[in-house]
Structure formats: structure tokens, C-alpha cells
């Protein structure tokens, strides 16, 4: 059996599966308390062996999917921004050495590009990037047909690459990160420079201090004036960035996830048809994708195909079983 976890910032998701693409049990816990390093090991050692005991049947494999700065090749969390900050982490010997089994890890966003490549519509490409724009943006690289790590496993940081060097100040130290112009965190600022919120009936349903960038997406949706003006500067930003990432890589597609892609018409469609179009004078032929939630949800398991051949492993399975699961779940938070 093979076990998948994701280690966010606020939760930890698992799931295990057999070794047919069978999903035996999923399962996710918030995780507000982690202090220290150790706390996040003994959680997943919990975790490991609760699972082992429930399927009655050994697990042979252990993936674990960090947001974070790791070394997947030498199994190394470098820095964890969102958890233990620059504390160097061998989590995949020491997890192997309490539980022997073999134990991968990866950075979320490079095992979600290749997640794309084994179960998304990275199938189809040998080059191709994950562009993630959430809070922050990440992204991981497809080259060759292989991923691309980099020397020390960092490569990918799409994030970090400066486009306005007066622009604001970002959460790496430099101004006018990609992120800190076009992620969550901008949106926010972008608000208060034009003065939105003061502007924006549709905000103010919300106290301020309570506002993130999914309010004003929402207010944006509904046809809000000043949300569609901040939407509108943060998507140029997207645009300019993404246009520069297809200069670097001359990619066959740009995969996009993350939760402002969820905005289809105001951020997807704009970085889909605009960005190839600043890049005029050298034709592009690049398609665009949106990313699944199956796709993230098995990158875990895909860090472990992409390492090991595993005979009889269904792909087309634990992709059906995975979806019906997702609906299941929207459905009970919806309320059906
Ligand atoms: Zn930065």
C-alpha cells in the first residue's frame, strides 16, 4: 500500500491507496499547533500507523508533499516559510528510520507538475510549467520529460522572480516579487492604494479586517467597479509575469492552479489569451490548462509513480475514485 500526505500551512491531507489505485481511506486534520519539527513528525508517524492498523495491511511507501522549500532528490525540507521557518529538516531518512518503509517527499507545487504529467493533462507534453497563484505563487518545471529541481531542489520559484524592482516589498526581503505584485497578499494592497474598499458597497458587507482576496474576487464576479479594477491590475501583473516565464522556458503549455485561477473569466481567460500576446514579436504557440483538483490532490501518489514502476497500478481508477470522492465531499459542504 502507499500512503500520500500533504503538509500545507493549516492542515495535513492523507489518503492510501493500494497498489492498484484502490483509495482505501482519506482523511485530513488541522494542524495549528506545530512548534517544533518533531511535532510535525510524531503527527505523521500517528498518522502512518493509524492508517496501517485501520487497512489491516502493511504500507510499503510513504509520500509526504511539503509547502515548503525541499530537497526532494536528497529528501531534505530546506525552509518551511508557513511552519518552522529556515530549520533544515532530513525528514525522509528520519522517517524512514521510525517507520522503514521507503519515504519520498517533494515541494507541493513541483509535485503537482508532476502529478500533471501522470494523471493531468501533462500527458500530452514534454515541456511544459505549473504556475500556482494563491496567497503566494510557486510553480514547478517539466523539461525533457523529466522535473526540474534544480541543484538544491529550489528551482520553480516562479514567485520570487523580481518585476518591479520599486514595487513592494515581499515576504523573501526583495521588492516587487512576482508574487508580491500578482498574488493573494497584492490584491490586498493594490485595495487600499486606490482606495476599493472605501468604494465598494459590496466590500463593506465584510469588516475590513476580515477582507482577503477572495472577497474581492467575489465582489469582482459580481461586477463590482473598484474589485474589477483591482482584479483587472492584478491580472496585468499575472499576465506580464506569466509572459516572462514563457520567455524563459518556451514552454508547450502553462498548467494553472491555485485559488485566484479559480476566477475562470477574470484571471484563467485573461493570462490565457493576453500573455502570449506581449511576447508578439516572437510567435508563441502555447496552450493553457487549468489544474485539477485531482491532479493536486494526487501528487503524492504521483511522486511515487514518477520513481517507481508499479506493475498493475490502475491510473485511470484512482483518477474515477478520486473524483467521485471530491464530489461526495462538495456536496456534504454544500449541504445536500
Ligand atoms: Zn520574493
New binding site residues.
Given amino acids: 500500500m502507499i500512503l500520500g500526505f500533504d503538509v500545507g500551512g493549516s492542515k495535513i491531507s492523507m489518503f492510501l491507496s493500494d497498489r492498484n489505485g484502490n483509495i482505501l481511506r482519506r482523511s485530513r486534520v488541522r494542524t495549528p499547533d506545530f512548534k517544533r519539527p518533531e511535532d510535525l513528525i510524531e503527527q505523521l508517524v500517528t498518522m502512518s500507523r493509524d492508517a496501517e492498523h485501520a487497512a489491516a495491511s502493511d504500507i510499503e511507501t510513504v509520500s509526504v508533499v511539503f509547502a515548503g522549500a525541499v530537497d526532494g532528490k536528497r529528501g531534505i525540507i530546506r525552509s518551511s516559510p508557513n511552519l518552522f521557518g529556515g530549520i533544515e529538516i532530513p525528514l525522509s531518512d528520519i522517517l524512514e528510520d521510525i517507520l522503514k518503509k521507503t519515504v519520498y517527499i517533494e515541494n507541493d507545487a513541483t509535485a503537482t507538475a508532476i502529478s500533471e504529467k501522470i494523471f493531468g493533462n501533462g500527458k500530452a507534453f514534454s515541456n511544459f510549467i505549473y504556475l500556482t497563484l494563491s496567497t503566494g505563487i510557486g510553480g514547478g518545471i517539466f523539461m525533457n520529460n523529466r522535473v526540474y529541481r534544480g541543484s538544491l531542489g529550489m528551482a520553480g520559484e516562479f514567485?520570487?522572480m523580481v518585476v518591479d524592482p520599486q514595487g513592494p516589498v515581499?515576504?523573501?526581503g526583495?521588492k516587487g516579487?512576482f508574487?508580491?505584485v500578482a498574488g493573494g497578499k497584492a490584491a490586498l494592497k493594490i485595495m487600499d492604494r486606490i482606495k476599493a474598499y472605501e468604494r465598494s458597497e459590496c466590500l463593506r458587507q465584510t469588516p475590513r479586517e476580515n477582507v482577503e482576496a477572495k472577497q474581492i474576487f467575489e465582489c469582482a464576479e459580481k461586477g463590482d467597479p473598484p474589485c474589477l479594477e483591482v482584479v483587472g491590475e492584478l491580472t496585468k501583473n499575472m499576465e506580464e509575469g506569466v509572459a516572462s516565464l514563457i520567455n524563459i522556458f518556451d514552454p508547450e503549455a502553462v498548467m494553472v492552479g491555485g485559488g485566484l485561477s479559480n476566477s475562470k473569466k477574470l484571471v484563467y481567460e485573461s493570462i490565457e489569451k493576453n500573455s502570449p500576446s506581449l511576447l508578439a514579436t516572437m510567435k508563441r504557440d502555447v496552450k493553457f490548462f487549468r489544474t485539477s483538483q485531482v491532479t493536486v490532490e494526487l501528487s503524492p501518489m504521483a511522486v511515487v509513480l514518477y520513481e517507481e514502476e508499479i506493475p498493475g497500478f490502475n491510473i485511470e481508477r484512482i483518477i474515477k475514485e478520486m473524483k467521485e470522492r471530491i464530489t461526495v465531499a462538495r456536496e456534504k459542504r454544500d449541504g445536500f
Fill in positions: 514567485g520570487h515581499c515576504g523573501c526583495r516579487c508574487e508580491a
